[in-house]
């Protein structure tokens, strides 16, 4: 206790600054911005309107393409239709006109509706099939821009919608481009930073986990796709205005690459880099006017030497804290005395009850007919050789593999075959045998992606960084905070994941697990590649989170730390159950010795 006080005392005050030191470079920028007028001129002027219209597209397809990983490459088709959205209803050569606020916010719904259409195929699809999926229909878009001649004006065009005073001069408009490029930043980094944001990151490097941790896929996903869709139909309005006159022409596909791209050198899972990606992109042609006609050119070299250079890109250019050396000699010192005051309540007195399971691979039996109880508060210990059934059963219980045969329970609930994002909530938590973390993250976030369940602000909160929202971030911070101090990992939270030892990364993914306050534990070799020292505090942290009433089961090829921890143990053989019993009788047992302990 008193050393939780003494670590945990300090943290506000270095959490603040932090989120300064984050804001800074945003701030920089705006008053940049801002100055930009008073010292340059019209042309200038154009520019930096140009580049935050972009900007608001960018920020909305930076969560689909950054954080989500999805290789969206057709959006100038949603900028396009944001464009004639606003331009048809301003111009009223359909329906009465209406006012350019107006418009605008029925640019935003259209582009909202259709970034969810274009974005469906991503749940089935994935990298290069939706990338194509996105440019099939950027194309569609145009054709139909170009064929609908009565609405859109065809191949002559379009004159683009004029806003109101004060917006209707250059210095106006840009004002007012960069008011909805500053909102965009906003709801993006609200989004980004919070557990939605994690979610995403978690689905892009780890989807497995992500499931584990009860991350449901679609309606994340629509949700980006509404948000990206909307912040390209306002972009698209705004360009329709910066042109004053749209034909289909205007929306190339060297606008979608800037888009993509910006992305790309900016960096995947920050804000920051993309946002200087897209002013890079955007200025380049202009101070290397001479090359103009070479864009394309340029984007594809930057592009290249990106990859080849700084595969993080400009975000992982800044990212300086995580360029120092980590200390070498540390050691993992977990503190299991204070799981009691983290994990609230105690778990439900569920026990995990297996009857009849069996599965096979084709011709491979890997379980036939297992029969398994885990109690409450008891460690149940699985072993056997290797290709016995150990993880398939893991699978099977968290969901993973539908059983072909046989009932799982845990307390009175049945689990549904499959279905593994729904085991979080029953209270199932497990850890991987290969860890499975999101490298590129901290390892705090790794650790706050665990409770991703536990929070209760909406998407539309988070965007909006709502009270409840920034409660739920607080108290997911805090509470994975803690968890890292009791698997004895403090110092390194805000180090990024794929820096830490292997061993570490263990100890990562019991913190994780331990987010759900989960009533059963499945633990999947976790002992796989500790040193002995290190063996005998997971030793510790296991008897200390059973102690609790979690129920854990245990496979292990350590037989010693099985025999020392386990109450109960299950010895499989080609998918049957070879022996069951204490330690002291699975020991002895004459058919475990030969076929396996060996002796
Ligand atoms: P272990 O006890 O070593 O964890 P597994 O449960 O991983 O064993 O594997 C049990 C058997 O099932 C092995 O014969 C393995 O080859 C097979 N198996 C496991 N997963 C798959 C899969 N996804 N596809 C085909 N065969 C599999
Ligand atoms: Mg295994």
């Known amino acids: 206790m008193a050393m939780l006080t003494a670590t945990s005392a300090p943290k506000p005050a270095r959490a603040t600054s932090f989120a300064w030191a984050r804001l800074a470079p945003f701030l920089a ?8 007028p008073f010292v340059s001129n019209d042309y200038w002027v154009l520019i930096g309107t140009r580049m935050a219209i ?53 640019a935003a719904i259209v582009g909202a509706i259709f970034g969810v259409v274009v974005g469906l195929p991503a749940l089935r699809l994935r990298t290069f099939y939706f990338a194509m999926s996105t440019l099939g229909f950027a194309t569609i878009v145009t054709q139909i821009a170009l064929a609908w001649q009565s609405v859109t ?52 490097d780890a989807e497995v986990a992500a499931e584990s941790a009860g991350i449901s896929k679609q309606t994340l996903l629509i949700a980006i796709f509404l948000l990206a869709g909307a912040c390209a139909g306002v972009a698209g309005g705004l360009f329709a205005s910066l042109q004053t006159y749209i034909t289909p022409d205007a929306f190339t596909f060297d606008l979608s690459v800037l888009f993509f791209i910006a992305i ?14 897209a002013i890079i992109l955007t200025i380049l042609p202009e101070v290397a006017a001479p090359l103009a006609a070479w864009s394309t050119f340029l984007y594809a070299v930057l592009l290249l030497l990106i990859v080849l250079v700084m ?30 005051e983290i994990m609230q309540g105690k778990p439900g007195d569920k026990p995990l009850r297996l009857r009849g399971i069996a599965l096979s691979f084709g011709n491979v039996r890997a379980i036939d007919g297992l029969d398994l109880d885990v109690a409450p508060g008891q460690i149940h210990g699985l072993i056997g050789p290797n290709g016995s059934g150990k993880t398939t059963t893991l699978n099977v219980i968290s969901g993973y593999y539908a059983a072909k045969a046989g009932t799982m329970a845990l307390g009175d609930a049945a689990l549904p075959p499959g279905r593994p994002a729904l085991r979080a909530t029953c209270g199932i938590a497990r850890t991987f045998q290969t860890p499975r973390v999101i490298g590129e993250a901290s390892v705090l976030e790794n650790v706050m992606i665990g409770g991703t369940t536990s929070g209760t602000a909406s998407f539309a909160e988070a965007m909006l960084s709502l009270p409840r929202s920034r ?33 570490e990364l263990r100890f990562v993914e019991i913190a994780r697990a331990l987010m759900l306050d989960p009533d059963m534990l499945l633990l999947d070799e976790p002992a796989a590649g500790l040193s002995n020292d290190e063996i005998a505090r997971l030793a510790e942290l296991i008897r200390a989170i059973a102690a609790r009433g979690t129920g854990v089961l245990l496979v292990e090829h350590h037989a010693d730390l099985i025999f020392e921890i386990c109450d109960q143990v299950t010895v499989l053989n080609l998918g049957r159950t070879l022996a069951a019993g204490t330690p002291a009788e699975i020991r002895v047992h004459r058919e475990v010795v030969s076929a396996y302990l060996g002796g």
């Open 29 to 36: 920028i705006l008053l940049s911005a801002a100055v930009l």
């Open 54 to 106: 972009y900007w608001v597209l960018v920020s909305g397809l930076n969560l689909v393409v950054g954080f989500a990983g999805h290789l969206a490459i057709g959006y100038v088709a949603l900028l396009t239709l944001g464009a004639y959205t606003t331009s048809v209803l301003v111009a009223g050569n359909v329906l009465p006109s209406l006012p350019v606020f107006a418009a605008l916010a029925i």
């Open 153 to 204: 004006g065809g191949g002559i065009g379009i004159a683009g919608p004029e806003f109101p005073h004060p917006f209707d001069t250059a210095a106006g408009f840009y004002a007012l481009c960069i008011g909805f490029a500053t909102f965009t930043t906003w709801i993006s980094a609200n989004v980004g930073h919070s557990r939605f944001g994690r979610a995403l990151i978690a689905l892009r």
């Open 264 to 277: 790309l050198i900016g960096g995947r899972g920050s804000i920051l880099g993309p946002l200087l990606g």
């Open 311 to 340: 595969p993080g890109g400009i975000a992982a250019l800044l990212d300086i804290r995580n360029r120092r050396p980590l200390a070498a000699n540390r050691a993992i010192l977990p503190r299991p005395a204070a799981l009691a």
């Open 471 to 503: 409660h739920d971030e607080h108290a997911l911070a805090a509470k994975a905070r803690a968890l890292l101090g009791v698997v004895g990992l403090d110092g390194l939270g805000e180090v990024r994941a794929d820096r830490l030892q292997h061993s």
